[in-house]
């Protein structure tokens, strides 16, 4: 767009929009077609974490400390680091499948660097778990991602920093929304896109025209609340704070994504400690370039034992380890975990959590479905005992999703 012309950025992408509407329809259509043994697989996923705590839901692993980009505030990336050896990378898959993790993401540096990332791909779905890719996007053509589509890929999230690339990231919406398009007329993998918000960020508003570009596009969306670099949490400012509130009626989020609103970011926005037992290490891993397993990207050198003699004697014990970081914590991913174990250990506190009732006294606000999965799922309340249609419905979805037997729930 030439310097000086007044279209805004939204009116810009709006029309992106409408231009491409029709020829990515029937490619949206694929997706969602392509997407049901995948929510399968994620449901059969979620049915055993919630069946076992004995398990690693979730993994990152650094394929490649390098990145093309230098963002001002990362701390996870440098200009010289070689890729891992591709053979030393599948014997980490493995190891990380043998512990029964259900989901592993490649993270960085920037992983689409890596010469091997696809045969590494399909290492893990060849194990059967999840496979999810975090990017900054600038390395995505149609053809790589037509070969990330072959090669199995799950799920790729990018995260988007600004409109408009500035000295502090160059992941802009700008420049990255060629790449979107793209992703939306090829993909046939979930996609989701991060905005941020809070600390260092000059445009709130950039959140939402990012959010409103990834809906459009047909992507989920998520917002990060970011803090300052002491670590300590602070209140959003008000004009932040707008933009939050508009983004959250705007995208209307499913269960996890509404539950993890309740549960940990309204704290985080509004400045308030979390209480929540972190699992890292346990049910969620970090494993660096050198293969130690860490506690997560903020937390390298805990405990920071190799991945070949992590045992679950360490997974066992790092479970109940308790994180002094936790309250203050912003890493989103071990809160989603965590959201599991809730749910595993206590079903009703963790749903009365998740859905809270909009006026102090009143009962919790479950949608219907989460009604009739607690109805079939949870044991029943004090007092009260489950009819036989909802034990049998309940036994025969277990059977579905593969979590009846003593074998798979590890
Ligand atoms: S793209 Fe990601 S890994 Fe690379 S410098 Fe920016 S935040 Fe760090
Ligand atoms: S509480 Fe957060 S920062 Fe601390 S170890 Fe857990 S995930 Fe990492």
């Not at 689409?112 to 996007?137: F, K, M, Q, V, Y």
């Not at 998520?222 to 602070?234: C, F, M, N, R, Y």
Request: proline share 6%; aromatic share 8%.
């Amino acid at each position: 767009m030439p310097k000086g012309d007044t279209i805004s950025e939204n009116a810009l992408f709006a029309t992106f929009g409408e231009y491409e509407r029709a020829e990515m329809m029937p490619t949206a259509l694929v997706r969602k077609m392509r997407s049901l043994p995948r929510r399968f697989r994620q449901a059969r996923m979620i049915a055993r974490a919630l069946k076992s705590r004995r398990h690693p839901i979730l993994a990152q692993i650094i394929p490649t400390r390098r990145c093309n980009l230098s963002c001002a505030y990362c701390n996870e990336y440098d200009k010289v680091s070689k890729p891992v050896p591709a053979a030393e990378m599948l014997r980490r898959i493995d190891r990380l499948a043998e512990l029964g993790t259900g989901i592993i993401t490649f993270s960085g540096g920037e992983p689409l660097l890596h010469p091997e990332l696809d045969e590494l791909i399909r290492r893990i779905r060849s194990h059967g778990c999840i496979a999810t890719l975090i990017t900054n996007g600038y390395l995505l053509t149609p053809e790589r991602i037509r070969s990330l589509n072959r090669a199995g890929l799950d799920h790729l999230q990018i995260s988007i920093d600004n409109v408009q690339p500035d000295d502090i990231s160059k992941k802009s919406l700008k420049v990255l929304d060629k790449k979107l398009q793209w992703l939306a007329q090829h993909a046939e993998f979930d996609v989701s896109i991060n905005s941020v918000i809070g600390a260092g960020v000059s445009h709130p508003e950039d959140a939402l025209t990012i959010t409103r570009r990834a809906l459009e596009l047909g992507f989920d969306t998520s917002v990060g609340a970011i803090h300052d670099h002491t670590g300590q949490l602070k209140p959003l400012p008000a004009a932040d704070k707008a933009v939050y509130d508009q983004i959250q009626r705007e995208r209307e989020p499913g269960f996890w994504a509404f539950a993890y609103d309740n549960l940990f970011q309204k704290n985080l926005v509004s400045g308030r400690a979390n209480e929540w037992h972190c699992g890292a290490g346990s049910r969620y891993l970090y494993i660096c370039e050198d293969g130690l397993v860490h506690y997560c990207s903020q937390q390298r050198g805990y405990p920071a034992i190799p991945l070949e003699k992590y045992s679950a004697t360490d997974l066992e014990r790092e479970y109940s380890t308790k994180k002094p970081c936790a309250p203050y914590c912003t890493v989103s991913c071990v809160h989603r975990v965590a959201m599991i174990d809730l749910l595993r250990e206590k079903p009703r506190e963790a749903l009365v959590r998740f859905f809270p009732p909009t006026t102090p006294g009143a009962a919790a606000q479950m949608p219907f479905g989460v009604k009739v999965l607690s109805s079939l799922f949870l044991p029943a309340a004090e007092g009260k005992s489950q009819n036989r249609a909802a034990r049998l419905m309940a036994g025969a979805v277990k059977r579905a999703l593969g979590v009846h037997s003593a074998r798979q729930a590890r």
